[in-house]
């Protein structure tokens, strides 16, 4: 297997994608001529052409609703949006329009959009800059969204994503995006709705999904070699739909768990799942739930602070010896 | 209104701007030899701080974003100086130049910059989020067009209280493409709000020149006739164009209490942000040309020098005092300390901040 950066595996999925399907369309501000923002794009313009691969305007209401609309006639859009914090200009596009036109037209009508990009802090961009808004997306039903941490899941995620007739929204981390690691050339998936065990523990499980996972890898390395304790991380992979098959069975295992994500704690992701495994795991539980999450606040700038209001590794040692105690 | 197209021309970047047509123009007559001096200083001082900001950023004490004014100096110069106590601006994230303007201090922004708690924004804010309200300037904001409807507010908010004022937003050339913008020109015009929009425009959004983002790209500030607004377009590297033309819209703003739309061709030197390369989306050729032929500063330099208003001594001597003042402001950018974790919770809420027994919340607010 090839080792290449998360920001190449979603390259290569996204090739690969416009390799099978002719009605794939990769559209956002700066994808083609500038080869992106990010450089996860580049090269594509140049081998696909301006019909396949579309610069926009900064108009993120129009070219999002646009890909929708075209989404519906059977184009395949893969709408990069720059940070998903401009998604809010075109909230009622993906919300309103993506998410409820199936319900709405009583199943007749299909929206196979991919909308992709950045959605993560950490980056010492302020408050305007550092949405994660993958829990108020997946709190419509209608909307599936995923948070890949690995090179691997980045582009079987993807290419699963394109492949789905719903609409489906891709949140990378920018501070992801040079992590390396090993991804298969050929052709994969990874089906949107199956989480990941990324390390196999016996006392503690930790639930994460997108950075929070690699944090807690880190976390979990320390609680190990500094307090003798083996943690289970579960990646979720996906939000909605929700493994929560893995999640219970890994807590029946180890009987207490903590919860780590980047997202603001009120109605965070986890708040989702602390419920679900109270209701479906009660029993199992030795120890209340903890939970890591941001600090409560939109995102400051000072870089030193906001490493602070983010979930890091010793915040998450912490509050694992608290459910451990 | 019929309007040269293009200001930008390649053919006019092969020689020196002369001297400024609108040196004789009563906005500028008006001028005493001291406010022209004042407000040569003040494009001096946006130019040496934003290169000291390209130092500090290289030192790596600021990271994220940087957007550079440098180039663009008489834009904000030129209308920033016609306003009174009842006028107000708003912009985007290039947002420095417009600090320093309004009177804003090179150490509250540099600190800012770092992310010091002595910063204009206690080190919350960031480049893109400067703000000064009591100097009338509502920002620095870092969602491309944002700014537009709270500009358009602002405008509202003077004429409801019955105040002889206006509000200047600024927008880059990418910007107007955003729908918020076409929703505050309508309101705008809707409602007679003494409002001016004022297009930064610079020819590039990132690495897309306005002819690969603007349907009709001759002339962006011509879609005000679409809301039956008046409009103009301005040579935005002769202040003394800019601080004509701008006149007239806010007396239009203030005496009719109309909407403009001014559309400034002006020009930036560096990339999009620091982060930018720019090395494929415009030559080099066409970056030398703006900066020996129609560089802001420089032109106003030697316009005052003609005018016997500067001399080369005076013209040193604020330069230096400039570079002096940055470079202070580095140093007390450094050395300010950072806000602390209990400072990350503060600001959020007015009522939170300021709970007492006439508190109109309750509750829980800020969560675990
Ligand atoms: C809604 C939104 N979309 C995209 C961006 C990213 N972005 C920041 S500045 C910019 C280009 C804006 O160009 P222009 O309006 O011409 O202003 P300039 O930078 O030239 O001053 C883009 C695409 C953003 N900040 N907000
Ligand atoms: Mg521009």
Redesign the pocket.
Known sequence: MAVITYREALRAAMREELQRDENVVVMG??VAQFNGAYKVTEGLLKEFGPKRVVDTP?S?AGFIGLGIGASMLGIRPVMEL??WS?SY?AFDQIVNNAGNIRYMSGGLINCPIVIRGPGNGGTNVGAT?SHTPEAILASHPGIKVVCPATPYDAKGLMKAAIRDNDPVYVMENTILYNDKGEVPEGDYIVPLGVADVKRVGTDLTIVAHGRAVITSLKAAEILEKEHGVSVEVVDLRSIRPLDEETILASVRKTHRALLVEENKPFCGVDAQVAYIIQAKAFDDLDAPIGRVSSIDAPQIYCKRMEDEQLPHAARVVAAALKVLA | MAKPAVLTHPESLKKPAGPSEFAKHPANTALSKAEKVALYTKMARIRHFEQRCIRTYQQGKIGGFL?LYVGQEAVVAGTVSLLGKHDHIIT???DHGHGLMVGMSMNECMAELTGKVTGCSQGKGGSMHYFAPDKNYWGGH?????QVPLGTGLAYAVKYKGLKGCCLAY?????VN?GAVHEAYNLAALWDLPMIFVI?N?G???GTSQERSTAHPGCLAKRAEGYGMAWDVINGHDVYEVRAKTDAAVKRAHEESKPTVLEIFTY?YFG?SMADPDKTYRDKEEIKGYRENKDPVLLFENELIAEGVLTPATRDAINEAAMAEADVAAVFAEESPDPTVADITKHIYWEEDNRGPNSTSRGTIIFE
């Open positions: 501000e700066e900064i993120e720059m940070f401009f200009v800059h | 957007h985007g994230y290039r870092g969602i491309v067009g944002g927008m880059g050339d990418g910007a955003q930064e610079n590039y959004s990132m930036r999009h």
